[in-house]
Structures are given as structure tokens and as C-alpha cells.
């Protein structure tokens, strides 16, 4: 069963944006359970946390390489959730992951997030 589907990964120049898509067709529970998380794993690298954001949406959190240029939102009511990316840089050039914790948090470390999608590449030309 899929849990999870992203989606809006492209080639980009740099100082372009981007917005990616994650939706949750088949979780189990009601989609606004879940905390939702997007990690990003470049080639040779380990997989990064990028965004995190909690069930209602009420909190955010970035790490510090996509501050201020990302942001995350969902919409619990089509069972989804977004990456607006702006301004960017070469460095974000990754496979770009939805995942979900089940503790309906806004979590920051990969081993928080229980399920996980199939990625959606992301590259930015310089």
C-alpha cells in the first residue's frame, strides 16, 4: 500500500523556485494525526532534514541551510502537504522525501518519522 506520494521535483535554475507536493492517500489513521516532515538526501550524502511542521500546522521548523528561502504548509483537509522552495541554490540539489510522525510533531531527526515516500528529484542548475 502506498502511504505517501511526492511529486513537483524538476530541473531549475538557480534562483528559481520550486513547490513541492506530498500526498497521503492510504496513512491508517486521519491524515491530521500526523506530524509531516521533508528530508532531502543529496548523492554520496546522508539523508537531511529540511522541514518540519506539526498536525495542525500551528508549528514550524527549518534547518538552518533552507531558512528563510522553504516553507512548509499542509492542508489537512486534501491530505497534504507542501515545500515551497525560493531562491534556489545549487546545494539543494537532492531527492527530496515526505515522511510522517506519528506523534503529530513538527519533528527535526529522521529516526522520528515512521513512514516515508518514494522522493522526488530536485536539481538546480548553476
Known amino acids: 500500500q502506498v502511504h505517501l506520494v511526492e511529486s513537483g521535483g524538476e530541473m531549475v535554475q538557480a534562483g528559481g523556485s520550486l513547490r513541492l507536493s506530498c500526498a497521503a492517500p492510504?496513512?491508517?489513521?486521519?491524515?491530521?494525526?500526523?506530524?509531516m516532515g521533508w528530508f532531502r538526501q543529496a548523492p554520496g550524502r546522508e539523508r537531511d532534514f529540511v522541514a518540519g511542521?506539526?498536525?495542525?500546522?500551528?508549528?514550524?521548523y527549518y534547518a538552518d541551510a533552507v531558512k528563510g528561502r522553504f516553507t512548509i504548509s499542509r492542508d489537512n483537509a486534501k491530505n497534504m502537504v507542501y515545500l515551497q522552495m525560493n531562491n534556489l541554490i545549487p546545494e539543494d540539489t537532492a531527492v527530496y522525501y515526505c515522511a510522517t510522525n506519528k506523534f503529530g510533531l513538527a519533528a527535526g531527526l529522521s529516526r522520528d518519522y515512521d513512514r516515508w515516500g518514494q522522493g522526488t528529484q530536485v536539481t538546480v542548475s548553476s
Open positions: 492510504g496513512l491508517g489513521l486521519p491524515f491530521s494525526r500526523y506530524g
Open positions: 511542521i506539526n498536525w495542525i500546522g500551528g508549528t514550524t
